[in-house]
Nanobody, 115 residues
Framework: QVQLVESGGVLVQPGGSLRLSCVTS????????MGWFRQAPGKQRELVAV???????NYADSVKGRFTISRDNAKNSVFLQMNSLKSEDTAVYYC?????????WGKGTLVTVSS
């Protein structure tokens, strides 16, 4: 059974930092491209950052220079370091695993940026 479990979402003040984690099981993690997506209230889900199996990364323009995606193949985990958080970063953040077959999603973790 494939599982992606996100954690780390909390209430944080503007300008603050947060690190999200996604632990996976049931997939061959090292062969997957991994991504973080987010969905704000009333908006569509959007790509935040991706890291492919070789470690190459790509970011949405809105988070470039502030967010960093990384992976640890030994721990079957992907991370999102978020710095200089803004109110517009408030959203549910989802982990995604792109395999040769289907894509898999976690259930999400809520990040709220507010004073």
């Amino acid at each position: 059974q494939v599982q992606l479990v996100e954690s780390g979402g909390v209430l944080v003040q503007p300008g603050g930092s947060l690190r999200l984690s996604c632990v996976t099981s049931g997939i061959i993690f090292s062969t997957c491209d991994m991504g973080w997506f987010r969905q704000a209230p009333g908006k569509q889900r959007e790509l935040v950052a991706v890291i492919n199996r070789s470690g190459r990364t790509n970011y949405a323009d809105s988070v470039k220079g502030r967010f960093t995606i990384s992976r640890d193949n030994a721990k079957n985990s992907v991370f999102l370091q978020m710095n200089s958080l803004k109110s517009e970063d408030t959203a549910v953040y989802y982990c995604n695993a792109a395999t040769i077959g289907p894509n898999y999603w976690g259930k999400g973790t809520l990040v709220t940026v507010s004073s």
